[in-house]
Structure formats: structure tokens, C-alpha cells
């Protein structure tokens, strides 16, 4: 089996997505939203006068996608809302097939979902994250007989969802793991018109030696044929990324499932890589007597490696896995991001210089894999076996079932090169049993079926040392000057974890930052942590509260010492030949329900931007490592007041690729460094500058053979030295239209700004506007602790008045009328 491993194969599926080749619409307007069960269907479609009690509850307006937690998730004074909801609108239905097939397409709801024409449940799923369809034809026709048809919906189709993220210890994902289980249709939901013979699934595996001198294709069909027909005739054409025609075929037919309809052989073939990521274009036209079918996918030809006891190797050659992860979260929507939002998200990662991407922890967007097959972003992707343990026989058949769509789904991405098992599955809590042995049982199930479906791509699971010998790859837990250790300790522990495994890769490493909040000193408390021991972590490392001394508990969580400890994370990976690759956890912050009580409730920091793709200081250290373009970055654009004693030197740390770089403080040049990417920090682009009291400006130009860029950052100096918080003053520092922003900042009975601040600070607002809060971020929450004593918020006048509070324990409430 590995020798067909390392002769890696890429495998795509033409699934749902040639059926938009075909008649389709996603629905995304016209729905209405409940975010409470229902006593029953009828109470979704039964008429209603105006003013009766029939009209009760009230619906609200909303478009698709629609997550039910769009807010909740993040409110601080709140747990997040998991139940039913409901969502429904009326179709006008008119199918151009004769005897063809009307298709709502899912490509996500959750978790469980029923789907109902008029009353008539027509379909329902176990599973919040893999597509799956409902065939509606039959109740439609039964519908329109009805008199109800043209009467009351004159002529329209009522379809109504119920979808429903109650917590249930027998599904998957867990309710302890640390992101939110969401509810409603968070993805595209798409209506498809069918012939009465069309393609379920196609599956083309394209396969090419490490040396690129022979590709192979081999093509099987899936049909969908519920009228059970027989003869067909099939096209293929193969076109190569510079449009020509590589091979083509004509064929007949005699339909069944899963058939053998086109193998060959091309010389030579262009390759799929990370840096030229060139995709062939595999057209196909299936025809009989109730019409044609037409679809088309892309194949990319690649070899992958994972070299027992080394590196990664693609095409033949090693590449460093430089990686992070990604939840399907964003402000304001949470789960339901647009097709836009998640475009920008993944050019932000490519801009970063990312290559790798771990799908944390489930089945993802279709959209996000098609982004990483053209952008050239690995993936390994997951089901949603996240900690808790193991449940019974219904739990265990709905992990096999996700794990059969995602493999089958998912098979036309050349990105992907790791099916990933599970995640902590080492973490109990679930069930009064956690049985070692079972869970190793369940596990190589898992394992056995990822290599029947697919022998091409590894297997993998982070955290579960019991587990570590059963699949192709293994990932343990490594934080380390994070939940263990300081960031010093990474390559001796990294080493020590290599050595215990067959095939490693490390994925989640990284640590907590509060965006806006930056140190002078921000790695003091490392003198507390105890050095040279594991840096792995177990089980309450993640607390804020009790145990041995650790950064996640005792650091300041600044933006300065994250930067630090990802800078020497990736100083030390460029000299550890034998690493596969690593993957930063996560790109982006992203909600949670299991840390209400981190400096934005309900968030975990740890990404490189925020959560509304603000770009924290560490997104900059990354491109430094992994990026060619030339650039140049300053740290501290989002430090407004930089302390210490005068005419005390400060370092000024910049992050470049470039290969020099000159300083400029107040107009004079503090000369030039040569970037050593071994020198830390910073590269060996750092200066210590005589900032003066007051306003200072600092220019970098930084050059790259004849190019040459350059940054520059603003900043006030201040020598005196402030007490504990004595008072607060809220002001209003701009207004966009109709968008006024507030800033309170704490001072001590001095009136000196108290810069290493961290109160709680809670927001609150009366009159016509309303406060822009409930969005994971720093400048988006109502509740949340200060960044070196000030916090801010956004407001939405309304065109209006309205009085904003502010309150501090200890301290006296201020108010601001807008």
C-alpha cells in the first residue's frame, strides 16, 4: 500500500458541481428565518390573515447563506443559541427536461436537517459540513395538483428547512471542542435541473511518476438514474492548461454504477505544483433519449512523498510544508461566508507565502478547495471526530458516512494529499467510558476505509499518542512557549517528537495575541516557565486559571511576544532538513465556546489576522520568511504610544525579505543592517533609536537587488511614568458617513496614560444608533479588555442621536453623546 502511497494519485470527483454545468440557481434571496422549533410543518405553510394568531411567531428576512449564530456566538453575556431553527421561501419551478429531475443542492447545513415541499418532508441529513442533495421532483408534481397550488401560493412552491445544532453527545463534532457547533444553511444552497439520466459522480485519477515522464488517467462514472434507463452515449476531452486538446473519445454505453469509461496514458504531462499550480480541464458530454448532460472538472498531475523518517517531497524534489489552518468563521456571519469573503481570505494566505493548509476540523467549503487547486495551497482535510472520546454504533456509522462523502466529494482536488482521521481524540469528557483500545479499534476502521476509498493520499491525526502508529502520518502536540515551555525549546522537542514516529508533520503551534496590544518587554515572563522539559500539551494547559507556570496563563498575550515566538519558530525551521512541514494554528481568530473569559470572550486569538481580516503584526513576520516580493514592515503600526525613560534606546524591529534595510528616525538615517535570517530577532533587522519625547516617525528603506521598498510609522513617546487607573475619558476620533468610532482611554490621578492597562471595559449605547459589537474583535465587542489602556468601538448613528457609556470597575462610568 505505500508503494502506491509514494506513487501518489490524484483522484478528482466531478460531484454536484457538474450538475451546475446544467440548469442551476443558488437560492440566496427570498428566505425567511425563525430561530425557534416550530409546533409542527403546517404552522410554516398554514394561511395566514393579518393581525391573527396565525402570524405569530414573527419570521425575519434573511438571504442565504444564513447562520443562525451570525451574533450569538460572540455575545459576552450570552451562551450561543443550539436548537431548531427554521428557513423557508417559495420556488417558481419550471424544469426544461422532459422527465428530467429537480435537485435542492446542500452544500452545508447544521447539523441535522429536514427538508419539506408544502408538508411533505422530502429529505433530511446527519452532518454539518458534507454536501449532500434532495430530489424534490415527485412531491412538487404531487403539490401542484393541489388546489392550495395556485389558491394561496398562486403558483409557487413552498419549501421550508428545519435545521437543528442541538447538542447531542452521539454526534460528531463534540460540544467540547473549541469551536462553535453551528446551526442553519451556512453554505450555498443550490436549485438544479436534471435529465432523467445524469452523472452522480465521476471519478478521474490522475497519476504521474516522481520524475513527470508518464501521466495516467483513469475515468469512472456514478450515474443518477432513478427511471432505471438503459443505453447512453458519453464525450470526453482532455484539454491541457494552454487550451489545446490532449485526447478525446466517443463512446456507448450500458448504464451502471461505478463504470469503467475512459483510461490513458499522456507523455510528459505538465505538472501541478505549488508554485505553477497548471490544471487540465476534463469536458464530458453523457447523452440518450431524454436529453444531453454536459459537465467538466479540473485534473492536475502531481507525486507526493511524505519520506519515512524525512521530509516532504513534491514532484520529486522537497518542499517545506509552510502551513496554517483555517475555520470556516468570519465576523458578523460567522459560519455563512459568501464566496467573496472566502476568495479574500485565501489570497490573503497565498500573499503570506503559504503552501499548506490543514481544514480544521471538518469538511469545508467546496470553494475553498477549488481556491486551493488554483492558488497552489496543500490541504489535508478532516472529519469532525474532535475530542470527547468515542459514541455508540450511530455516532461511529455518521463518522464513516463523512468520511465516505468527504473522500468521494472532495476527489477532483489535486491540493489535497492528507485524509485527516480525527483530532485529540486522546481528550475524554463525552461518555463515563474512555476505553484506549476502542478508540484504537474505531480508529483503524477509519484508517482501513480512508485507504479503500482512496490508497493515493495519506492518512494523518494530530494528538492521539495511542494512536500514532495506526496511520500514514502522525502530528502531536507541540506548544511550545505557549501551553508548555518557551519558544526556545521547539527544535529539541520537535526533534524528540520526530524520532517516536514513522512519518511527521507538525500541525498547531503558535499562541494567543489580544490585536492591539504590545509590550515593551514582552518576553519577562518567560523567566518564570521552566525550561527543557515537553513542550506538548495536555490535558488544562489551555486553563487561564491554576497549574505550573505557562505563557498562556502568565504571559501578557501582546502582539510583540507572539511575533517573537513565531519569528524563532521559523529562524528554526529553515535549518531542520528532516521536517516535513509545519502548520501556524490558526490564520485567522475564530469563535469558540469554550473560552468565555479570554480578553475578547468567546474568541481564540491565535490567528494572524482578526477575525474580520484585520492583519495583526505577525502576518508580516510570516511573508519575512516565506515570501519573494520584496517587502518591508515596521513592527508597531497599530501602537499608537511607545513608553520608557528619556533618552532611553528602544529597539525598532522590521520585517523584510529584502536583503538590506536602512533606518530613519525624525529624518536621520541610524544606518544600515544586512538581513541574516539566524540573527533573532528579526532577522538581524533591528535597531535600538533615542526616541525624543512626544512625536517620533520611523522610516525603513529596505532593498532587494534594484528594488527597493519602503514603510514608515508614527508614533508618541511617553517618559512619565503612571499609576494605577484612576479615571477614563471617552472621545470620538472619526466619523465615516454614518459611522462614528469612540475611544476610551484609562489615565491615573495624574492624567498619564496607563499603558500597560488591562481593565475590562464594557461598552453600552442608548438612543437611535447602535453599537457595531458582537464581531470577535478587538474593535468589534462591547466587552473586552484594554491594549495599553485604550479600547475602541464603532458605532452606527442611525442618522440619529445616541448617548455610548463606558464602564470600568473601580471607576467612574462616562458617557459620550454622538
Same mark, same amino acid.
Given at each position: 500500500m505505500l508503494k502506491q502511497i509514494v506513487y501518489t494519485s490524484l483522484f478528482i470527483t466531478l460531484f454536484a458541481s457538474q450538475l451546475f454545468a446544467q440548469q442551476s440557481v443558488r437560492l440566496n434571496s427570498d428566505w425567511e428565518f425563525l430561530k425557534e422549533d416550530?409546533?409542527?410543518?403546517?404552522?410554516?405553510?398554514?394561511?395566514?390573515?393579518?393581525?391573527?394568531?396565525?402570524?405569530?411567531?414573527?419570521w425575519q428576512k434573511v438571504s442565504l447563506p444564513h447562520c443562525v449564530n451570525a451574533e450569538d456566538a460572540v455575545d459576552p453575556d450570552v451562551n450561543y443559541y443550539q436548537g431548531p431553527a427554521w428557513y423557508r421561501t417559495q420556488l417558481n419551478l419550471s424544469n426544461p427536461y422532459q422527465n428530467g429531475r429537480t435537485i435542492l443542492h446542500f452544500e452545508g447545513a447544521g447539523q441535522k436537517t429536514e427538508v419539506y415541499v408544502y408538508t411533505t418532508k422530502v429529505g433530511t441529513h446527519v452532518g454539518g459540513y458534507d454536501e449532500w442533495t434532495v430530489d424534490i421532483t415527485d412531491a412538487v408534481a404531487a403539490f401542484k395538483k393541489t388546489d392550495v397550488y395556485q389558491k394561496q401560493f398562486k403558483g409557487k412552491v413552498p419549501v421550508s428547512i428545519r435545521t437543528d445544532n442541538s447538542r447531542d453527545l452521539e454526534m460528531i463534532p463534540s460540544n467540547l471542542s473549541d469551536f462553535n457547533v453551528y446551526g442553519g444553511i451556512y453554505r450555498y444552497l443550490n436549485l438544479v435541473y436534471v435529465p432523467s439520466l445524469s452523472v452522480d459522480k465521476m471519478f478521474a485519477k490522475a497519476e504521474v511518476d516522481a520524475q513527470g515522464n508518464l501521466g495516467k488517467l483513469n475515468v469512472k462514472a456514478r450515474f443518477y438514474n432513478p427511471h432505471h434507463l438503459g443505453g447512453a452515449s458519453i464525450k470526453f476531452k482532455l484539454v491541457a492548461p494552454n487550451g489545446k486538446v490532449v485526447k478525446e473519445t466517443y463512446k456507448k454505453l450500458e448504464i451502471s454504477n461505478d463504470l469503467q469509461v475512459w483510461d490513458i496514458e499522456i507523455k510528459k504531462p505538465v505538472l501541478w505544483s505549488t508554485d505553477k499550480p497548471l490544471q487540465y480541464t476534463l469536458q464530458y458530454e453523457l447523452t440518450n433519449s431524454t436529453g444531453n448532460y454536459k459537465g467538466e472538472e479540473k485534473v492536475g498531475f502531481r507525486h507526493i512523498e511524505f519520506v519515512e523518517k524525512g521530509p516532504f517531497k513534491l514532484n520529486g524534489k522537497r518542499l517545506l510544508l509552510r502551513g496554517t489552518h483555517r475555520h470556516e468563521d468570519h465576523a458578523g456571519v460567522a459560519?455563512?461566508?459568501?464566496?467573496?469573503?472566502?476568495?479574500?481570505?485565501?489570497?490573503?494566505?497565498?500573499?503570506?507565502?503559504?503552501?499548506?493548509?490543514?481544514?480544521?476540523?471538518?469538511?469545508?467549503?467546496?470553494?475553498?478547495?477549488?481556491?486551493?487547486?488554483?492558488?497552489?495551497?496543500?490541504?489535508?482535510?478532516?472529519?469532525?471526530?474532535?475530542?470527547?472520546?468515542?459514541?455508540?454504533?450511530?455516532?461511529?456509522?455518521?463518522?464513516?458516512?463523512?468520511?465516505?462523502?468527504?473522500?468521494?466529494?472532495?476527489?477532483?482536488?489535486?491540493?489535497?494529499?492528507?485524509?485527516?482521521?480525527?483530532?485529540?481524540?486522546?481528550?475524554?469528557?463525552?461518555?463515563?467510558?474512555?476505553?484506549?483500545?476502542?478508540?484504537?479499534?474505531?480508529?483503524?476502521?477509519?484508517?482501513?476505509?480512508?485507504?479503500?476509498?482512496?490508497?493515493?493520499?495519506?492518512?494523518?491525526?494530530?494528538?492521539?499518542?495511542?494512536?500514532?502508529?495506526?496511520?500514514?502520518?502522525?502530528?502531536?502536540?507541540?506548544?511550545?512557549?505557549?501551553?508548555?515551555?518557551?519558544?526556545?525549546?521547539?527544535?529539541?522537542?520537535?526533534?524528540?517528537?520526530?524520532?517516536?514516529?514513522?512519518?511527521?508533520?507538525?500541525?498547531?503551534?503558535?499562541?494567543?495575541?489580544?490585536?492591539?496590544?504590545?509590550?515593551?518587554?514582552?518576553?519577562?515572563?518567560?523567566?518564570?516557565?521552566?525550561?527543557?522539559?515537553?513542550?506538548? !500539551?495536555?490535558?488544562?494547559?489551555?486553563? /487561564?486559571? %491554576?497549574? &505550573?507556570?505557562?505563557?498562556? =496563563? #502568565?504571559?501578557?498575550?501582546?502582539?510583540?511576544?507572539?511575533?517573537?515566538?513565531?519569528?524563532?519558530?521559523?529562524? !528554526?525551521?529553515?535549518?531542520?532538513?528532516? /521536517?516535513? %512541514?509545519? &502548520?501556524?494554528?490558526?490564520? =485567522? #481568530?475564530?469563535?469558540?465556546?469554550?473560552?468565555?473569559?479570554?480578553?475578547?470572550?468567546?474568541?481564540?486569538?491565535?490567528?494572524?489576522?482578526?477575525?474580520?481580516?484585520?492583519?495583526?503584526? &505577525?502576518?508580516?513576520?510570516?511573508?519575512?520568511?516565506?515570501?519573494?516580493?520584496?517587502?518591508?514592515?515596521?513592527?508597531?503600526?497599530?501602537?499608537p504610544v511607545r513608553w520608557g525613560n528619556e533618552g532611553e534606546q528602544k529597539m525598532v524591529k522590521v520585517y523584510s525579505n529584502c536583503s538590506e534595510a536602512e533606518i530613519f528616525l525624525n529624518g536621520k538615517s541610524y544606518g544600515s543592517k544586512k538581513r541574516n535570517s539566524q540573527d533573532f530577532p528579526a532577522a538581524g533587522l533591528r535597531w535600538n533609536l533615542p526616541f525624543v519625547k512626544g512625536e517620533n516617525t520611523v522610516k525603513v528603506i529596505a532593498r532587494k537587488g534594484k528594488e527597493m521598498v519602503t514603510d514608515e510609522i508614527n508614533f508618541t513617546y511617553q517618559t512619565g511614568k503612571w499609576t494605577k487607573p484612576a479615571k477614563l475619558v471617552l472621545k470620538k476620533i472619526d466619523q465615516q458617513d454614518d459611522v462614528a468610532t469612540v475611544e476610551v482611554k484609562l489615565f491615573d490621578e495624574k492624567g498619564l496614560l496607563c499603558l500597560d492597562a488591562t481593565n475590562w471595559i464594557t461598552f453600552g449605547l442608548t438612543g437611535d444608533g447602535k453599537l457595531i459589537d458582537n464581531q470577535g474583535t478587538s474593535s468589534g465587542s462591547r466587552k473586552m479588555q484594554a491594549y495599553n489602556g485604550r479600547a475602541v468601538i464603532k458605532v452606527k448613528l442611525n442618522q440619529g442621536q445616541s448617548a455610548v457609556a463606558v464602564h470600568v470597575e473601580g471607576l467612574k462610568t462616562v458617557f459620550i453623546t454622538l
Open positions: 416550530l409546533g409542527g410543518i403546517w404552522e410554516a405553510v398554514r394561511p395566514v390573515g393579518v393581525g391573527n394568531p396565525e402570524a405569530v411567531p414573527l459560519a455563512a461566508m459568501t464566496e467573496g469573503m472566502i476568495r479574500q481570505e485565501m489570497l490573503m494566505m497565498k500573499d503570506m507565502g503559504v503552501n499548506f493548509i490543514r481544514l480544521g476540523h471538518y469538511q469545508q467549503s467546496r470553494i475553498v478547495l477549488n481556491l486551493c487547486d488554483s492558488l497552489g495551497i496543500m490541504v489535508w482535510e478532516e472529519i469532525p471526530w474532535c475530542r470527547g472520546g468515542l459514541g455508540g454504533p450511530v455516532y461511529q456509522q455518521q463518522a464513516k458516512r463523512m468520511l465516505t462523502n468527504m473522500i468521494e466529494q472532495h476527489y477532483n482536488h489535486p491540493a489535497i494529499i492528507i485524509w485527516g482521521m480525527g483530532n485529540e481524540n486522546d481528550w475524554p469528557g463525552d461518555f463515563p467510558e474512555f476505553d484506549k483500545e476502542k478508540i484504537r479499534a474505531f480508529m483503524k476502521e477509519l484508517n482501513d476505509l480512508s485507504h479503500q476509498l482512496d490508497r493515493s493520499r495519506y492518512t494523518a491525526i494530530r494528538r492521539c499518542d495511542f494512536c500514532s502508529d495506526i496511520v500514514d502520518v502522525y502530528s502531536p502536540s507541540i506548544w511550545a512557549g505557549w501551553y508548555r515551555g518557551v519558544y526556545t525549546d521547539y527544535k529539541k522537542a520537535s526533534e524528540d517528537e520526530f524520532a517516536k514516529v514513522k512519518r511527521f508533520l507538525h500541525v498547531e503551534w503558535g499562541g494567543d495575541s489580544h490585536a492591539l496590544r504590545h509590550s515593551e518587554n514582552p518576553d519577562q515572563a518567560l523567566s518564570k516557565i521552566k525550561t527543557g522539559g515537553s513542550a506538548d !500539551e495536555r490535558a488544562g494547559d489551555a486553563s /487561564l486559571y %491554576g497549574g &505550573a507556570a505557562r505563557i498562556s =496563563k #502568565d504571559g501578557d498575550w501582546s502582539e510583540s511576544y507572539i511575533t517573537n515566538l513565531i519569528d524563532w519558530h521559523l529562524k !528554526e525551521q529553515e535549518n531542520m532538513p528532516w /521536517l516535513s %512541514g509545519t &502548520a501556524y494554528w490558526p490564520f =485567522k #481568530d475564530f469563535s469558540t465556546p469554550v473560552r468565555p473569559d479570554n480578553p475578547v470572550p468567546y474568541m481564540n486569538q491565535k490567528g494572524v489576522v482578526e477575525r474580520d481580516f484585520t492583519k495583526k503584526e &505577525a502576518y508580516y513576520v510570516f511573508q519575512s520568511y516565506w515570501t519573494e516580493k520584496p517587502m518591508v514592515h515596521i513592527y508597531g503600526h497599530s501602537w
